[in-house]
DNA sequence: CCCCCCCC
């Protein structure tokens, strides 16, 4: 037995070579008759191409004969280490399966229709699978229908402008929404068949209101005679096919009945994030990622154009990174609003998305586009294991080391790192550690620039008006130290107040208006010294160059004899070694 | 035949 794989097309249909005959699986000896057709057509012919393996027919005397279309099982896997296939996987046999269909067709003893191979030049190499053969279970249930009036399914990867007939068997993975433009109108779709290649298949015009009802994203088309055209702009187009289709009048799109999953739902070339800065900008990636944040919807006015909805959200996958992704339109309106209610019932949705658009204003992030794809909790092996990658991340009380923080890879230009650290307060930076600060609004927000008094009244240099109230703000940096090293830190309002366990206007008082200074040495002495666990934002600015801000957001006082942290270390250790009760306890 | 993909 000789097997031939992966062979080229070079023809897509050519004249049968002698007198092949039926081969038997099941049977000790080959069958010998040949079928007839009854028009002087000896031989048997199977379908091309279900999952590329493709028309063989097997003839004890001659071996196996028959074109392979390019069996390209290679592309299910290519793209790796994460690449994945959204949905159901073919997991039979080929080859077996075809084999068994031969056997079962002999069988029968049923004579094989080929309508479709007469209307050529000599006679067809090929078998369009009978009708009736289809509807039997289980044999049939292998490939669903492959073929229409112009024959079998080819593979969408060997679709080209040569081509005489063809018709490819595409399950649509996406389509853009209908855009205007002068006097024409537009809407795309993808296409992606069962080895894995896709093709993109535009329509114009009229083409648009006869197709963008029918064209439903997840169910699978028969098309056919739709004229391929060479992708002249990359850039416009991200598949990997070298063409695309333009649908016209005389196009034949044949919805699939009897889906059985031979083609994935989706097809995702996953990126990192952490490779992010390596990507071009507007290339076109997809990523899988745990949403951690979620903005409100924004409009914004466009420069040209109607105004546009927006919103942020933030994705963080297993390389540990983060990048924002900005929603447009209807993934805004729709998606987002969905993941935004998820994210604020405390939920952090799996997102898949496919076709962002790289851009590195302002450190890197990704934009959707028209024909970007966003599946929300995906039924994929990767997502289950990103969700318990992510719970367990969140559940690990993972401290950083001020070395660590202290790292020039930590805190990014686009998005602060988080970090948890466990330090003492070395010192608080001498001079106002609390100022009087403008509570007028500036541009929407509260101006809180330091203000100086005037008379009754606070005088701010940046509104340019007085204001008869103030608000007391901490301003606070401070060193913090570990075993590991020390660093500067600004604190925030809340960890401020936290730390200093009372409200600025209150330690404005002690420590500069009244100059309480027992009261004041008292509130240090318990500070200095003493062991906090830190919450800390870690990010870069662009001001004169690169600057790290380090801000401690959140601070709670180490008080070990009831800390949360030690209690739950005796926990843990009182578990993990239930049979001895001598061990460490690390902190 | 579109091919814009938005805002800072
Ligand atoms: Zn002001």
């Known amino acids: 037995v000789i097997i031939v794989l992966q062979l080229e097309i070079l023809r897509t249909e050519c004249t049968l070579i002698g007198s092949p005959t039926i081969y038997e699986v099941n ?5 010998t008759g040949s079928y007839s057709d009854g028009l002087g057509i000896h031989g048997s012919m199977i379908s091309r191409a279900e999952q590329g393996v493709t028309n063989i027919a097997y003839s004890p005397r001659q071996g196996l004969l028959g074109s392979s279309t390019a069996a ?9 280490p994460f690449s994945g ?5 073919q997991s039979q046999n080929a080859i ?25 030049p000599g006679n067809t190499y090929g078998y369009r699978v009978h009708p009736l053969y289809q509807q039997t279970p289980p044999m049939y249930m292998n490939g669903g229908p492959v073929t229409n009036n112009e024959g079998p399914a080819i593979p969408i990867a060997n679709l080209n402008p040569y081509l005489a007939r063809w018709t490819i068997k595409g399950r649509v993975t996406g389509k853009t929404e209908v855009r205007h433009f002068g006097e024409g109108k537009v809407f795309s779709f993808d296409l992606l068949d069962a080895q894995g290649d896709e093709i993109r298949a535009t329509c114009f015009n009229s083409l ?3 197709y963008y009802d029918k064209i439903v994203v997840g169910n699978v088309y028969l098309i056919s005679r739709a004229s391929v055209k060479p992708v002249l702009r990359k850039k416009a187009n991200p598949l990997n096919h070298e063409h695309e289709l333009i649908l016209d009048a005389s196009t034949s799109v044949e919805s699939c009945s009897g889906d059985d999953g ?22 076109t990636v997809d990523f899988l990622g745990v949403v951690t944040s979620v903005s409100p919807s924004v409009t914004i006015a466009r420069k040209n154009g109607p105004e546009a909805h927006k919103r942020t959200i933030q994705l963080k996958d297993m390389s540990g990174r983060s990048v924002p992704i900005t929603l447009w339109g209807n993934f805004c309106d729709v998606e987002g609003q969905l993941l935004h209610s998820q994210w604020e019932s405390g939920l952090n949705p799996i997102l898949a998305v496919k076709g962002g658009r790289i851009s590195h204003f302002n450190g890197p992030s990704v934009g959707t586009t028209s024909s970007s794809q966003l599946k929300i909790n995906p039924d994929l092996p990767a997502a289950e294991k990103l969700r318990r990658w992510y719970a367990a991340e969140q559940e690990d009380d993972v401290y950083q080391t001020i070395v660590q923080i202290n790292d020039e890879d930590f ?13 003492t307060i070395s010192f608080v930076c001498s001079g106002a550690c609390c100022y009087p600060a403008c509570d007028l609004m500036f541009n929407g927000e509260q101006c809180k620039k330091r203000v100086t008094a005037d008379g009754d009244w606070w005088w701010c240099n940046r509104c340019l008006r007085r204001s008869k109230t103030c608000e007391y703000r901490y301003h606070i940096v401070c060193q913090i130290h570990d075993h590991t090293g020390s660093t500067y830190a600004t604190v925030s309002q809340k960890a401020a107040r936290d730390i200093i366990g009372r409200k600025a206007q209150e330690f404005y008082t002690i420590k500069d208006a009244v100059q309480n200074g027992q009261e004041f040495e008292k509130i240090m002495q318990g500070i200095l010294g003493c062991e906090y666990l830190l919450k800390m934002s870690i990010k870069k600015v ?27 270390a005796i926990d843990k250790l009182s578990k993990d070694n239930s049979s001895s009760s001598v061990g460490d306890i690390e902190i």
């Open 262 to 283: 031979s083609i994935p739902l989706q097809r995702y070339n996953f990126r990192q994030i952490s490779e992010i800065e390596n990507l071009d900008c507007s290339s």
């Open 208 to 210: 648009v209101d006869q």
């Open 72 to 80: 390209r099982a290679e592309h299910a896997v290519k793209n790796l």
């Open 85 to 89: 296939f959204y949905g159901p996987m």
């Open 96 to 120: 077996y399966a075809k084999m068994q269909q031969l056997s079962l067709n002999s069988h029968k003893g049923q004579r094989l229709a080929v309508p479709w191979a007469f209307g050529f």
């Open 27 to 31: 049977a000790p000896q080959p069958k």
């Open 542 to 568: 662009a001001e004169n160059g690169i600057v790290v801000k380090r801000v401690i957001v959140e601070a709670e006082r180490l008080d070990l004899s009831n800390s949360r942290r030690v209690l739950g």
């Open 411 to 423: 805190g990014t230009l686009s998005q602060p790192d988080l970090a948890t650290v466990v330090a």
